[in-house]
């Protein structure tokens, strides 16, 4: 994860929404460690429930 060595910096966030339907999307937060390398942060699925 990202530690200590980036307090204070500016980390890049990239974010991927998919739609998946129209009842259906997801949306995934990665950061980007020092060294470049990317990771997922937090992954959100967004699901419409029918009442």
Not at 1 to 18: L, N, R, S
Not at 34 to 51: C, I, K, M, W
Request: glycine share 8%; aromatic share 8%; charged share 25%.
């Amino acid at each position: 994860m990202i530690g200590e060595e980036t307090v204070g910096e500016p980390i890049g966030q990239p974010t991927v929404i998919q739609i998946v339907s129209d009842d259906r999307h997801i949306v995934e937060l990665y950061f980007t460690a020092p060294n470049g390398e990317e990771f997922l942060a937090d992954r959100s699925v967004y699901t419409h429930v029918q009442r």
